[in-house]
């Protein structure tokens, strides 16, 4: 995990959801991937997914249950967990969640 983007763009809106208990900032890279990093406050939420993600956490403390699973994993600062295209996840934000989500 990356410390910093270089030469990307940002786009100056931020992206507020649920009522801004989720916030973030669009990422933009030369190569045309997007990434947008932001922060998940303290909440229960379900994120509904176009393309795959992968969720990179930089800090905080989350549990989530991906669609059609029955059980929920814990996951906390450092760690990452992968989302199918087309589908949804639950999440519980134990603590505030900085993350980076990577568009695949």
């Not at 973030?24 to 990093?37: M, N």
């Not at 249950?65 to 949804?88: C, K």
Request: with cysteine; charged share 20%; aromatic share 12%.
């Amino acid at each position: 995990m990356t410390t910093q983007f270089d030469q990307v763009s940002v786009v100056k809106k931020a992206n507020i959801y649920f009522d801004g208990k989720c916030v973030s900032h669009s990422v933009l890279f030369v190569d045309g991937t997007k990434k947008t990093i932001g922060v998940i406050f303290p909440s229960s939420l379900v994120f509904n997914t176009a393309a795959a993600e992968i969720m990179e956490l930089n800090a905080g403390k989350c549990k989530i249950r991906l669609q059609g699973d029955s059980d929920w994993s814990t996951y906390e600062g450092g760690q990452q967990f992968n989302v199918p295209a087309n589908s949804s996840f639950e999440i519980e934000t134990l603590e505030t969640l900085d993350y980076v989500c990577h568009f695949v």
